[in-house]
């Protein structure tokens, strides 16, 4: 047992022992292949978005507000490396929201979110529902059955929102600043989709996107048997699904709500910009071509929601090793030449422009927005009519610890406390484990979660390593509560439903198969009890949702343990239980249905007695005979389209105000008289790109650079000017405004 526990101590030393990279590299150039409106995919003429709906009329509304919370000296969630902390904005992120109702009971309905973050989060949740709740009577609809928190699953985005201890260490706790603004920003998403609900219709079409993932973990599915691999054309999904929101007024399109299944791992882990990933650019260039789209209603949102992304990778190109050798990744275990897996990188389409994963960034964004808008533009023809007036939704709360059910052959089963194997370590192709034990440091960690936490790591009991097998225990998080727990035993089990169109929510990030296997079972009881009368269901999976469950993989993908089987939490009988409860709550779904299951047992909150180890902003200063908001590197009086106009100013920290809804960055455009500056770009453009450095902690010196990666297509010439607003701290707290303002300069 003690044996254990130095073991894994020796590997979370390791974790901490880092030390901090530089993260001064400019951002790299790029060339975009932003659609342009009026472009051949979005000539109204050719394009079909706007063919009548055949289906039923449902309540429908979408909504769309900023989350973006600390750009600055707070660590990102998602690659779980305490290196990685942000210095800036590269894309705001939002929440969109997708309200779907009946037309008869309008308190039928459900709200699907799509943070530009990590995941879902049982803190958030209860943040959201607390705070919807709270704006009284008029939305007393939305509770714990029909709202669905999903992530995107980006890992380019400020951490600290977390429920729970694992996920808080590396961000050094939790963070009230930043939960608040991805809370505040779901909440004001769902009121606006909520005041914009009317009447419309829903269809939905389908597209194969054959170049914006691949499996990253081939070996473990390929111990799926070979019988149910033969059904499948891929090793991972590369259908998208694509449901079209159209309102019944004027047949305008209100917004568009997508499902595919690909990691945000195109930023590296040594990206220190937040953006939203190639979901959150796909999203953007979606709604950016809608304001070219005579059929697109003003507000159009676009959605690119997860789907079963567990074992994908947007990094087309294959995992290689940057150790000279020139050798794929070693295909079992994803090592290199030492038999480690920190030099094994996954590469993107574009990996060679060394930019941070930028460039590869745009591509697997906009190969996912095309492959969207290739549906959108076939709509009609091509597309299927959501029909049935029942829109349902189903939630409880299951404790995994020892859930017994019945497998398909009558076999009973259980699942366990949650745990992470020893491959959890080794981290993924995406991004190698910072923290695999085999390179641990004795050395001191430089973390006070950690100097807190470590004592309190516990050795699995018996029957937890029996009923985990044959995953090796690493990390018994599932059986530590001490400060409070590390991890989820508790999930959300929920499920959506509007016509035939049923959406399971999973807390966890399933593997391709076992997205699969889920999305069969729910469709074959579906089909069994009728719930959708004669209509043909139709299945998509989203996630991760509700809660951080880490992975969902087979049972046999579970055996070979790679990283994805050993962050399946639950044991392996955890996809099965998670299909059993999908199958317990179809009967809410059916129309008529008036029952809801029991609530089941309530997670633990843990947001008032979470640590908190990241400081705040102590002060702001400007240099001597400098202002703040002084522009001290002017532009360059004239660039040719496509250079980068680079300029800084006398900054002050962003934490000081996150400018929610609003800017820290703008490029305003002088008008034909001469006079009236009109903002054309601001944080929510990807090629606006806005860093801060502090470079006198004492004196709390800091500069603003703001690069503008001009774009030949996208940029008109004329005259031009960057501004910058900001805020800074007194030494006595105030906090004061102010902007900056560069000289004008033209494009070309
Ligand atoms: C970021 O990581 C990639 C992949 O390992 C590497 O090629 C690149 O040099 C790194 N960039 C910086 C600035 O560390
Ligand atoms: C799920 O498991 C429960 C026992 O926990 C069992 O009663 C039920 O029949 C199972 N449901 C399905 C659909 O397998
Ligand atoms: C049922 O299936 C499980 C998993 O494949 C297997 O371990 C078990 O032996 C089977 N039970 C029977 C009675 O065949
Ligand atoms: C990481 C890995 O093994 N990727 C493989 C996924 O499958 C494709 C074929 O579909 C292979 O070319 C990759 O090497």
Not at 76 to 94: K, L, S, V
Not at 136 to 145: D, N
Not at 196 to 222: K, M
Request: hydrophobic share 35%; proline share 6%; with cysteine.
């Amino acid at each position: 047992m003690a044996a254990t526990v130095s073991f894994v101590s020796l590997f979370i030393l390791g974790l901490f022992a880092l030390v901090q990279l530089s993260s001064t590299e400019a951002p790299g150039r790029f060339a975009p292949r932003f659609e342009r409106p009026g472009g051949p995919a979005t000539n109204p003429l050719l394009s079909k978005a706007r063919t009548a709906a055949a289906g039923d009329k449902y309540l429908i509304g979408v909504g769309k507000a900023d989350i973006t919370g600390p750009s600055v000296e707070v660590n990102f969630a998602g690659y779980a490396d305490t290196a990685q902390i942000g210095n800036g904005i590269r894309q705001r992120i939002y929440c969109r929201a997708f309200v779907i109702g009946e037309v008869a009971n309008p308190k039928n309905r459900f709200v699907y979110l799509i943070l530009d973050a990590m995941s879902g989060d049982t803190a958030v949740r209860n943040g959201i529902l607390e705070r919807l709740a709270a704006l009284g009577p008029g939305y007393s609809m939305y509770g714990q059955p029909n709202v669905a928190v999903t992530g995107t699953h980006s890992h380019s985005g400020p951490g600290g929102w977390f429920n729970y201890l694992l996920p808080q260490i590396t961000s050094l706790g939790f963070d009230k600043q930043g939960y608040n603004a991805i809370v505040d920003g779901a909440v004001l998403a769902v009121k606006r989709a909520h005041e914009s609900l009317q009447e419309g219709h829903l269809d939905f079409g389908t597209t194969r996107i054959t170049d914006a993932n691949i499996n990253r973990s081939l070996y473990a599915y390929l111990a799926n048997p070979e019988s149910e691999r033969v059904q499948y054309q891929d090793n991972v999904d590369k259908t998208m699904t694509l449901l079209r929101l159209q309102r019944a007024s004027d047949g305008k399109n209100i917004g568009v709500l997508t499902w595919f299944a690909v990691h945000p791992t195109s930023m590296l882990g040594n990206n220190t910009h937040v953006s939203g990933d190639n979901k959150g650019l796909a999203a953007y260039l979606f709604e950016e071509s809608a304001k070219g789209d005579s059929q697109a209603a003003d507000g159009f949102v676009a959605g690119f929601s997860q789907a079963n992304v567990g074992d994908t990778s947007p990094n087309t190109l294959g995992a290689w090793c940057e150790d000279g050798t020139g050798l794929e990744c070693d295909f079992m275990t994803s090592t290199c030449s030492d038999g480690k897996s920190q030099k094994c990188h996954g590469r993107g389409p574009m990996y060679h422009k060394l930019d941070l994963g930028v460039s590869s960034c745009v591509e697997i964004g906009t190969r996912q927005y095309e492959g969207a808008k290739s549906i959108y533009d076939s709509m009609g023809p091509k597309s299927t009519a959501v029909v049935g007036p029942t829109v349902r939704a189903v939630h409880t709360f299951q404790d995994m610890q020892y859930y017994s059910f019945p497998l398909d052959n009558g076999t009973m089963v259980q699942t366990c406390p949650a745990a992470l194997g020893h491959s959890f370590a080794a981290g993924t192709s995406d991004w190698p484990g910072a923290f695999d034990f085999t390179q641990a440091d004795e050395g001191a960690p430089n973390n006070p979660v950690w100097t807190i936490v470590a004592g309190l790591l516990k050795a699995p009991t018996a029957a937890q390593k029996k009923c985990q097998g044959p995953k090796p225990v690493l990390l018994d998080v599932g059986e530590m509560s001490l400060p409070y727990a590390w991890s989820a035993n508790i999930i959300d089990s929920q499920s959506l439903r509007v016509g035939q169109f049923i959406i399971i929510i999973s807390p966890s990030e399933a593997t391709t198969m076992a997205g699969r296997r889920w999305r069969n079972a729910v469709k074959a009881a579906a089909t069994e009890t009728s719930i959708t009368g004669t209509t043909e269901p139709y299945v998509v999976l989203g996630g991760p949702a509700n809660s951080y469950a880490h992975y969902v993989t087979t049972p046999e993908e579970y055996a070979v343990q790679r990283y994805e089987g050993a962050s399946t939490l639950y044991g392996q009988w955890e996809l099965p239980a998670y299909i059993n409860l999908t199958l317990r709550g179809l009967p809410h779904l059916a129309p008529g249905s008036t029952t809801s299951p029991p609530p089941g047992p309530s997670p633990p909150d843990n947001r008032a007695k979470s640590f908190s180890f990241i400081t705040g902003v102590v002060l702001d200063g400007a240099p001597p005979g400098k202002s703040f908001g002084q522009c001290t590197k002017q532009p360059a009086a004239s660039y040719a389209r496509g250079a980068v106009a680079s300029v800084t100013f006398v900054g002050a920290n962003p934490r000081n105000n996150l400018r929610l809804e609003g800017t820290y960055a703008a490029v305003e455009k002088l008008g034909g008289d001469g006079t009236t500056w009109t903002q054309v770009l601001s944080d929510r453009d990807w090629r606006l790109v806005y860093t801060w450095k502090r470079t006198n902690g004492a004196l709390g010196y800091s500069d603003v650079t703001v690069d503008w990666e001009t774009d030949r297509d996208l940029d008109g010439p004329g005259t031009y000017r960057i501004k910058y607003y900001g805020d800074s701290k007194s030494i006595i707290g105030k906090i004061k405004a102010f902007t900056g303002t560069t000289n004008t300069f033209t494009l070309t």
